[in-house]
């Protein structure tokens, strides 16, 4: 196929997609445009919050090399100004300064790209393990259905944030030791979609054929099973990015996350509780920046649910009525 005839193929999937259903449910909405903005917003501020520097050995010596050099943040997020601590908003400091006097609007700016770096690492983690887990359980069954998913009880029997909140105590406070105690609590919720999304296929005639024609079991469940999981995994990593912000915020807020002078929401808002009199800012600010990015992942994880899996929309009209 020719240069042209590869564009012009590619232009017409791309119109496909634009006028399709899914397409056209989702931006019918202005609630989900909003939260898509938002989202969109937060990851644009991480993106270029500051400028991204790699550090790369080329035969033996250390390459440095600026893959994006642009920063939104206008001062250090650790830069003191003693002279302006708890000032208010102003044109020098958009949002204020803190109790030591650090630009509240640069360490929201950084503290976007902290928090959204956790939640995609986690939740990527998360993603790809409970994924494995429940295809695994699912297809195999037997046995290794039985011990996996009581595996999973034993862990869904404990409130993630508790647990969680165990698991980072035991490792002591960091932001390394939050990610890790978030992933361990996180998969589950994955196996068990992944493992009820599986069963059903399992049974269908599609895969029984392969099987009757010698397929290898890796073979039928990327190519048949998995593809038919994607839907719902999709929509509960959009939600699970909600859990993760907020689950990194609140173990940060209570000191077993981010330490000073790490700009994170969390802790942010922690330090600013004290201040809440003489300046609101300080811990308001990064309380709405977590309510506003907390909702929007929320409210485009269920918009996703109702456009991708139209079913879903009818089960719960019929369980309202």
């Known amino acids: 196929m020719s240069p042209d005839g590869r564009l012009d193929s590619v232009r017409a999937r791309y119109r496909s997609f634009a006028t399709s259903r899914p397409v056209a449910e989702f931006t019918g909405t202005r609630r989900n445009l909003l939260a898509l ?29 600026t893959v994006q050099p642009f920063s939104l943040a206008p001062y250090d997020p650790a830069e003191q100004h003693l ?26 700016v950084i503290g976007a790209r902290v928090s959204m770096r956790i939640a995609v690492v ?42 969680a909140l165990v698991i980072a105590g035991i490792l002591g406070p960091s932001l390394r030791n939050v990610m890790i105690a978030l992933a361990a609590v996180g998969w589950t919720q994955y196996a068990r ?7 059903p296929v399992t049974e269908a005639a599609y895969v029984r054929s392969a099987e009757l024609m010698g397929v290898s079991r890796p073979r039928i469940v990327l ?12 929509v ?51 309380g709405v920046a977590i309510m506003l990015t907390v909702l929007s992942f929320n409210v485009l994880g269920d ?3 109702d456009v991708l899996d139209p079913r879903d929309v009818g089960n719960v009209e019929r369980k309202g009525m």
């Open 37 to 65: 903005g938002v989202v969109g917003l937060v990851a644009f501020v991480a993106a270029f919050a500051e400028p991204i520097v790699v550090r790369v050995s080329v035969e033996g010596h250390v390459v440095t090399q």
């Open 83 to 108: 002279a302006d601590r708890l000032s208010p908003p102003s044109r020098q400091y958009p949002l204020g300064t803190d109790r030591l006097g650090r630009d509240v609007f640069s360490r929201m």
């Open 122 to 163: 986690v939740v990527a983690v998360t993603l790809v393990v409970g994924t494995a887990v429940g295809l695994v359980a699912g297809y195999a069954g037997g046995l290794v259905d039985e011990g996996l998913m009581r595996f999973v009880d034993v862990l869904l029997a404990f409130p993630g944030i508790l647990l």
């Open 193 to 199: 979609v992944v493992r009820g999304s599986v069963l």
């Open 223 to 234: 190519r048949h099973v998995l593809p038919n999981v994607i839907t719902p995994v999709v």
């Open 236 to 286: 509960l990593a959009t939600m699970d990015m909600a859990y993760v912000v907020l689950g990194t915020a609140g173990l940060s807020f209570l000191g077993l996350g981010a330490q000073p002078p790490t700009p994170e929401w969390g802790t942010m808002l922690s330090g600013g509780r004290n201040h809440l009199q003489d300046a609101w800012w300080v811990a308001n600010v990064p």
């Open 303 to 305: 918009s996703l649910r």
